[in-house]
């Protein structure tokens, strides 16, 4: 809320971001830009790409399609954002959430339409730290837990909206229950590690992973 500037982006405290390449795509004039960005791991380093397409406009039905296909887009670095697009439609954080806030943002951003472009540059440097993941899930398990479950219903109401045919609707739920029950996965093996697995964690997971979500 307090920026003043035409244009947004977001960067972590640990990662790194090329001023000169956004600068240098200021000429686009669209409420998204995407862009890529080098993943450093442990095991090596790839370029992360925003999804399979070519460089240039974009339609932004394409940017909905891979948020409830893949986590690939969810993350608001490697973007760049017309803040009079957020503001005209009042798009925020949820910061209520401990996880998957990226997502319902990106997600707020792909329903209003936006005018997009993809360029082709590496944008952004993110350091990738599984230990945050785990000291989270430890730390608040019950809210982690929680949204999870409540951003799946959320992608399983927009397809709903969205009414596409038989096949894309059951590629969006497999896609977006397989997603669910990964992180879920997730969340109960931190836990079962940290000897912090409690009974009230053991059911929620267990009701998501011992009956079917998918309609």
């Not at 307090?2 to 600068?23: H, Q, R, T």
């Not at 686009?28 to 790409?49: C, N, P, S, T, W």
């Not at 009079?84 to 319902?104: A, H």
Request: hydrophobic share 40%; proline share 4%.
């Amino acid at each position: 809320d307090k920026a003043k500037g035409d244009y947004i982006a977001f960067v972590d405290s640990d990662d790194e971001i090329d001023l000169e390449v956004y600068l240098n795509s200021m000429h686009h004039q669209v409420d998204l830009m995407l862009f890529d960005a080098i993943e450093y791991k442990e095991k090596g380093q790839r370029i992360r790409k925003p999804a399979a397409m070519l460089p240039g406009v974009i339609d932004s039905k394409m940017i909905l399609d891979e948020l409830l296909v893949s986590s690939n887009l969810n993350p608001p670095w490697a973007k760049v954002f017309k803040r009079s697009f957020l503001n005209v439609n009042q798009i925020r954080f949820n910061i209520n959430r401990k996880t998957g806030e990226d997502f319902e943002f990106l997600l707020k951003v792909a329903l209003c339409e936006p005018k997009c472009v993809y360029v082709n540059l590496v944008s952004y440097l993110y350091w990738y730290e599984a230990v945050s993941t785990t000291k989270r899930n430890i730390t608040y398990p019950a809210v982690v837990i929680t949204d999870y479950i409540e951003l799946y219903e959320k992608k399983k109401g927009i397809i709903d909206v969205l009414n596409p045919d038989y096949n894309t609707r059951l590629k969006y739920l497999t896609r977006s229950e397989s997603n669910l029950v990964k992180r879920l996965a997730r969340v109960a093996t931190d836990l079962i590690s940290n000897n912090v697995f409690e009974d009230e964690y053991r059911k929620r997971i267990e009701d998501v992973f011992f009956n079917p979500q998918m309609e």
